[in-house]
């Protein structure tokens, strides 16, 4: 009984806490976490094609995003993590990455079924 009490008590104590989130000075806004992820999981997508073109991450990488949207890695960790720390952002900024990714399928999608009846 006194090991459920302590466990108890623990488990309350962690769960009160609070733990203050502090905003990167470079944060990445809400719009441009969007374009940005959406990017580079469209990249992580395409390097996966076979054949592998051994230029493509020298070409188009995630270096290439950086430069694209003025940002490094260190500052898109740094933002991911903040929102991380706040769910119904971080939902928000990957359903609207699900939400470009879903409109592009289906225009492709129509582009396709376009050309079947061409």
Do not use: W
């Not at 470079?26 to 076979?50: C, G, Q, R």
């Amino acid at each position: 009984m006194k090991k459920f009490s302590l466990l108890l008590v623990f488990i309350l104590a962690n769960c009160s806490t609070t733990v203050s989130i502090e905003k990167p000075e470079n944060l990445i806004d809400e719009s441009l976490m969007v374009d940005l992820l959406y990017e580079i999981s469209i990249l992580d997508a395409m390097s996966t094609f076979k054949p592998i073109n051994r230029n493509f991450e020298k070409v188009y990488g995630k270096s290439y995003v950086y430069r694209k949207f003025g940002v490094d890695s260190l500052q898109l960790n740094q933002s991911d993590n903040y929102y991380a720390n706040f769910p119904r952002i971080y939902h928000r900024i990957y359903s609207r990455v699900l939400l470009k990714m879903n409109r592009i399928k289906d225009s492709l999608d129509l582009l396709e079924k376009n050309q079947k009846i061409d």
